[in-house]
């Protein structure tokens, strides 16, 4: 009976034997084996009936396939500790020698059943699973357990066989793929997907449902889009690194900027005419690449950031309008003025409490420089930034030596607009 998992094992005595790595667990093997007499000696009263030999266990990592060994289970295992079992992680404590076997990364369900067959073991009971023989593992029994993963060309892309299912870094460039494979999206460990150098035209949305992604690598495809349901799924909570360079994305949604663990964000070389308005919501933002798009203005909310590195080169940033585009109402609609009270009182809204469009509209929002809210009654005016201002490091906009780059800003009353005016003179 064999479990796949990692093993790091602590004398709480002597140095740890077999395994040295203290602190860090080791890709291993464990196996629950007969253990065979190194003699044959005559048969006693009250030996293992039929000839059975007592249980043992056995490990074997990578580097070591001989492995090592921690004879007689039986009466031998002061304590199990199974309180994060369901992590796939427990710890088996033996008597003799002195040691804390310790487990993680394990199938929840495997490990269950293996510490069931070691439970039986311990009692010295028959164990009902097919006992493992001494043999050292072969290289092959490792497959199935690795972590990383690097494909860069299509003759080298599985088409007969499943990606390992521990996997946590996996790369597929240069495999011509026009969509994501979905087998990828059942690795739950995944942590970095890089699908470069592809022709990829849509993401699924069941990207969403890799928990653990920090990083997503998009670089060079045919991308169009980046979905609202991508931007409101487990992401929001994982996501760190996101290259979207190198596609044919015209705008991202307003919903992307719910992405708030992003600390890394590339968009060069795309077909932008806007970034999102809500950008400023990014607060862990601290690397963004934006060159070589056709921005022709930055939100207001751009501001709000705080930047280690900025890159805005090649956008065809327009000088500030002199005259602001005015959308006021007198007095408010009910729509306006109901909408700025929920926002302002940040009254909970959503399906099924109100209609589809009209949350939808308080979503996409335009924030006023004094901090209310404003839909579809507003001034729009334009001014400059340095861009110093929001990041360290800055990256000329031009060839002129630029820092400098147009923001459009929204005023949710003249006396708003009135008093930025007076602030800039």
Not at 179 to 184: F, N
Not at 355 to 373: E, M
Not at 382 to 389: G, K, P, Q, V
């Amino acid at each position: 009976m064999k479990l796949h998992c990692e093993v790091e094992v602590v004398s709480r005595h002597l140095p740890a034997l077999g395994l040295r790595n203290r602190g860090k667990g080791v890709r291993a093997v464990l196996s629950l084996c007969q253990q065979a007499p190194r003699t044959q000696p005559r048969p006693r009263a009250g030996s293992e009936r039929g000839g059975r030999h007592p249980a043992c266990l056995f490990i074997s990592t990578l580097k070591d396939k001989s492995g090592t060994r921690y004879e007689q289970l039986k009466e031998n295992v002061e304590q199990f500790f199974t309180k994060f079992v369901d992590e796939g992680k427990a710890t088996v404590r033996l008597k003799e020698p002195p040691v804390d076997i310790c487990l993680s990364k394990a199938s929840a369900s495997s490990l269950k059943g293996f510490l069931s067959a070691v439970r039986l073991a311990h009692r010295g009971c028959d164990v009902e699973a097919p006992l493992s023989t001494l043999t050292p593992v072969k290289t092959s029994e490792f497959e199935k357990f690795k972590t990383k993963m690097v494909i860069t060309s299509k003759k080298d892309y599985p088409l007969s066989k499943n990606f390992p299912c521990s996997l946590e870094h996996l790369q597929t460039s240069y495999c011509g793929l026009i969509r994501v494979d979905m087998r990828m999206l059942c690795l739950k460990n995944l942590r970095k997907l890089d699908l470069s150098h592809n022709h990829i035209k849509k993401l699924p949305a069941t990207i969403g449902d890799l928990i653990h992604l920090q990083e997503l690598n998009l670089n060079d495809n045919h991308l169009e889009s980046f979905s609202v349901a991508l931007c409101q799924s487990t992401l929001q909570k994982s996501l760190r690194c996101l290259d979207l360079s190198k596609n044919k994305i015209k705008a991202l949604p307003v919903q992307f900027c719910q992405l708030r663990e992003l600390t890394d964000l590339k968009l060069d070389d795309n077909e932008l005419i806007r970034l999102p308005f809500k950008m400023g919501q990014l607060t862990n933002l601290r690397f963004l690449s934006a060159a070589q798009n056709k921005l022709p203005f930055l939100p207001s909310e751009f501001k709000n950031l705080t930047l280690e590195y900025l890159d805005l080169f090649g956008n065809i940033f327009e000088q500030p309008k002199v005259l602001p585009v005015i959308k006021l109402q007198t007095p408010l609609t009910l729509l306006e003025s109901s909408a700025r009270a929920v926002l302002d009182n940040r009254i909970p809204y959503g399906s099924p409490i109100i209609p589809f469009h009209l949350w939808q509209d308080l979503d996409t929002a335009k924030t006023c420089v004094c901090g209310r809210f404003c839909l579809s009654c507003f001034i729009q005016g334009t001014t400059t930034m340095n861009l110093h201002s929001v990041a360290h490091t800055v990256v000329l906009v031009d060839n002129m030596g630029g820092t400098e780059a147009p923001v459009i800003s929204y005023f949710c009353s003249l006396a708003c607009y009135v008093n930025s005016c007076d602030m800039l003179k």
